[in-house]
């Protein structure tokens, strides 16, 4: 696979010993089929260079494996807040009531959100999601240089 927005994470695939375990093209076209999604451009690379591990995100599941497991829990939890997102992916989730989460809109490098099945305080205003990066890029950029500087 071309990596196109990704290049931070190929040029880093070992970050303290821990180095990124990914899937083939096959694996994340099985993916795209067994969700019935088709993934952003930047997210299939995440997959590729580690979606089985990534070096990078601290604390977050973010392992294809349980890609299917986690949409259902985060759908229940937005369901229990009667938030009512569509289309969006959650990638990475911390515990069964937070979650990063891009919407399914056709952007290739789409921003990412965190959703708190617990409200948090923006602008003054209470709300269960708010945007947390510009780009998925940019969120994977940065989670590498806060990981190299540990």
Do not use: H
Not at 90 to 101: G, I, K, P, T, V
Not at 118 to 147: L, M
Request: net charge negative; glycine share 4%.
């Amino acid at each position: 696979m071309q990596i196109e927005y990704l290049k931070k994470m190929k040029n880093t695939p070992i970050i303290k010993g821990n180095e990124n375990k990914g899937n083939s093209e096959t694996e994340i076209e099985k993916l795209e089929q067994k969700l019935n999604i088709k993934f952003p451009k930047a997210y299939k690379e995440f997959l590729f260079l580690g979606g089985k591990y990534q070096n990078c995100i601290d604390d977050w599941n973010t392992d294809s494996q349980y890609l299917d497991w986690m949409q259902e829990n985060i759908k229940e939890s937005m369901d229990e807040v009667n938030l009512d997102l569509k289309p969006f992916f959650a990638f990475a989730n911390y515990e069964r009531d937070q979650c990063l989460f891009f919407f399914l809109n056709g952007d290739e490098n789409p921003p990412v959100y965190a959703y708190y099945e617990d409200k948090i305080e923006e602008e003054g205003k209470e709300v269960f999601y708010s945007k947390f990066r510009n780009s998925f890029s940019e969120y994977i950029d940065r989670s590498i240089d806060y990981a190299l500087s540990k």
